[in-house]
Every structure is written in C-alpha cells, then in structure tokens.
C-alpha cells in the first residue's frame, strides 16, 4: 500500500512537467533542427573566453551584458544583452543562439550539445584571414576545422546517416570580414587588389569546406559600413565616417556577394541568403529617428570622446537609454541592432538587406521534412 502510494505521488509530479514540456516545445517550433555559427564578434557568445593570453578581447566582465535576460551576464557576448545569433536563432525556434564550441568542451559535452542544438565558433577579433589579429582569436580557418572535428565526433556517436540528415537540414550562419578590413594595412591599390583576392579566396575556401562537410543552407551577413563604428569615426576631428573604409568594406562586400552566388551555381543543392549589412545601416544613418535613436556614433559604454578613447568596463560611462544608441561600445552595436538586424534578415522589407530570399525563406526550405520528423 505505501509502495503504490508513492508510485501515485510520483506520477502526479511528472506528469505536470511533461505537459509543460510539450506546451513548451510546440509554443516555439523549430524550422531547423540546429543551427551552426561561424563568425567574430558580432556572433561570439562565449568562445573568447576560454582563449588564454593577454590581447584576447573577452566580453566577460560588466557592464556587458548589463541586460542579457535574467539579470546582469558577462557571458562573452559583445553587447549590453543579446547579440544577432540570438536573435536568428529565436526566429528559428531557439532561445537563443548555440552554446560556444569551446565551452561545451570544457563541459565535456559537444556531441549531445551539436546534436541539440547546434553549435557556436565565433570568436571576437576573428577575420576571414588568419593573419588579422592573429593569435588572439579563433579564425575562421581554424573554425572550419573545429566544426570538421565536431562533425567527426558526432558521427562517430551517432552514425553517419543521422549527422548527414541534421547538417543537411541545419542552418549555417557566417558573419566576417569587418576586422580583416578594420586592420588591413593596405595601401597601395596592388595590396589592395591582393588583400580583396585572399579574402575571397579564403571566404570561398571555408564555405567549399563546410560544403564538403554536409551544410546546405547558408544565412551569411555580409560586410557593413565598418568605417562609421565610434572606434574608426573618434580619429577625426569631426567625428565623421571614414569613408575610405567604408568603400573598401563595399567593395569587398559585393565580392563576396559575387563569390557566392557563383559557390550556389558550382555547388549543387546549395541554398544561401545574403544579408546585406550596409542597406541595413545605411537608413538608419541617414534617419536615426526614424528607427528609433538618438545616437549613431557614440559608445552607450566607453570613455572619452564619442566613449570611443577606451573599452567598455565596470568604471566607464554608461548611457541612460540603451535602447536609443546604435552602439554598445567603441565597435560594437546594442542589443537593440542585433534585435532590428534579425527582424530584417527575417521579414524583409523596403530596404531589401537579403537576396536572393530572406533568412525566413532560406529556413523553411533549409528541413523539407523537419514537419514529418518524429525523432
Ligand atoms: C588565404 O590568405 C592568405 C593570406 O593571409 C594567403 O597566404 C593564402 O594563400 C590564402 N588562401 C587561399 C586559399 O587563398
Ligand atoms: C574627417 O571627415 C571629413 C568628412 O568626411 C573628411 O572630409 C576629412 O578628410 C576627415 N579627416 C580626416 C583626418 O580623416
């Protein structure tokens, strides 16, 4: 009698969770079963900070995260709360982006982590070359490798068929380039004319790579207008753009989109959206207003001039409405981009930012059969 008594109360207590799981699972369906992430800061959620040496940037003290939910979290991302991965991966069903690639080995726990959910490489400081800020990053060559080991690890788990199926069905995020621009030191149009060559060349090489390894679905945020970030703009006096920056993150901007759509042509199966960065920004700047900002070109946390003359930290200058500045810090965006940049990688509107189908497009023909899936 006492042994079925508590059978009774034990079911009484799982069964409630079990509901709530489910209602759980069908308030927030996937499109894809996982998601991979390859990419800098504008994507890092925790990489860098398992990276040891001194000129790692690491986003893992305050204020970062001064509001990611749940209360104050340095968690590695760049930004006062969410970054852009977050916001795609909750458009794709997620709560939020992947878990970094580095962090779930120190928890000893990639295969169950990659087969969930996906996984997160980016790295803050990381650029298309490996020469850009080299040995404090995780570049995107070394990525591409860190997902081949991943991918070997998991089919050694779970089988060959069952990893093929879920990284064909998987959404690939790429977002790089800016730092390569940002400390390229090329002057001359002949370095410059080779610096565009390696980077298109490497870019292409990476996305052949993650090709050769099962991925289908490409979302790729492509350059934007690195030369307006408060770090670049507080060098002159007036607090302008660099525009010379600005035009070779353009042009390399639009090899990159020539570069790909030529993969898509080669590579059979192929499917990619191209979100481009500068119709993003570019009304914004012209009309912050409009979008609800009253700063475009100072830190929200920083020092110093336009907060530009120093990182974000515990002891900096912090601004009162986040929500209303463009920037973070002295590079990167707030939570608040991140959260617009999404919204138009995803229902793309006047500004066309994506082609030549939006993210949303992109991630229902990502899993034709992800609705039919039982296990
Ligand atoms: C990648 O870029 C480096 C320069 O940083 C260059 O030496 C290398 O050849 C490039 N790789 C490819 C495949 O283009
Ligand atoms: C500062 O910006 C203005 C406006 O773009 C430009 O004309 C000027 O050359 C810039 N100065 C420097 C030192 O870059």
């Known amino acids: 009698m006492k042994k079925f008594g508590l059978v009774l109360v034990g079911l009484v207590v799982v069964l409630p969770v079990l509901v709530g799981v489910a209602d759980a699972g069908e308030a927030t369906r996937r499109l894809v079963p996982a998601m991979f992430v390859l990419g800098d800061s504008t994507l890092d959620v925790g990489n860098n900070n398992h990276l040891k040496g001194q000129g790692v940037p690491r986003a893992d003290k305050p204020f970062f995260g001064i509001d990611f939910p749940g209360g104050a979290m340095s968690t590695g991302r760049f930004s006062n709360g969410y970054n852009i991965a977050d916001f795609i991966a909750k458009y794709l069903g997620f709560d939020r982006s992947p878990v970094a690639y580095l962090a779930l080995k120190s928890r000893n726990y990639l295969i169950p982590g990659a087969m969930d959910r996906g996984v997160s490489f980016a790295s803050a400081g990381a650029g298309i070359l490996d020469s850009t800020n080299a040995g404090k990053n995780i570049p995107l060559s070394q990525q591409v490798r860190y997902m081949a080991s991943t991918k070997a690890a998991m089919e050694a788990a779970k089988g060959t068929r069952k990893v093929s199926k879920l990284l064909a069905d998987s959404f690939f995020l790429l977002g790089i380039g800016s730092n390569d621009i940002i400390l390229s030191t090329a002057k001359t149009p002949g370095d410059i004319a080779a610096l565009f060559t390696f980077l298109v060349s490497n870019y292409t090489v990476a996305i052949t790579d993650l090709y050769g390894m099962g991925a289908r679905n490409l979302g790729i945020i492509n350059v934007g207008p690195v030369g307006c970030v408060p770090l670049v703009r507080v060098v002159n006096a007036t607090g ?132 039919m899936m039982t296990d």
């Open 240 to 371: 302008a753009c660099n525009d010379g920056m600005n035009r070779l993150a353009m042009v390399l901007a639009a090899k990159i989109k020539s570069a790909v759509a030529s993969l898509a042509t080669s590579l059979p199966g192929l499917s990619y959206s191209l979100g481009d960065s500068f119709a993003f920004f570019q009304p914004i700047f012209a009309n912050p207003q409009a979008s609800g900002f009253l700063s475009v070109d100072t830190a929200c946390c920083g020092s110093g001039r336009l907060g530009a003359e120093g990182v974000c930290m515990r002891n900096s200058r912090l601004c009162g409405n986040r929500d209303a500045y463009m920037f973070w810090d002295w590079v990167h965006s707030t939570q608040r981009v991140a959260e617009l940049g999404a919204q138009a990688l995803f229902q793309d509107g006047p500004a066309q930012v994506t082609a030549p189908i939006s993210f949303k497009q992109l991630a229902l023909l990502a899993c034709k059969t992800c609705s």
